[in-house]
């Protein structure tokens, strides 16, 4: 698989929003979906669910980039990042510390929107 920069056309990519209409479609729904069931949540449900869905989306970046982390302690540097308690655990890798990091950049508003 090449790199974005390896193409010819690159940066001047072209493309036929036709083609992605399905799959926009198919996540459109699915954050409906997920935003409409996230109201019916309490604040702590709401926020393992943010977790759950940074450490996810953390994961599978990282598995893209052929870099395997492990869940619990990308789940835990997240708390961490985010200021939340954490339980004792063996010491994070940097690589799982530094996307936990990168995930509570995210804009507060994104995570209740998704």
Do not use: C
């Amino acid at each position: 698989m090449k790199w974005n920069w390896q193409y010819p056309e690159w940066p001047r990519f072209k493309w036929d929003a036709t083609k992605l209409q399905e799959n926009e479609l198919v996540f459109l729904e699915g954050v409906g979906t997920v935003a409409g069931a996230t109201r019916h949540l309490n604040s702590e449900d709401q926020q393992l669910l943010s977790i759950e869905l940074m450490s996810t989306e953390a994961l599978d970046t990282s598995e893209i980039e052929g870099e395997l982390l492990n869940r619990d302690s990308v789940q835990s540097s997240i708390r961490r990042a985010l200021g939340l308690t954490v339980e004792q655990h063996k010491k994070s890798k940097p690589g799982e510390v530094g996307i936990a990091d990168m995930m509570a950049e995210i804009p507060a508003s994104s995570l209740t929107a998704v």
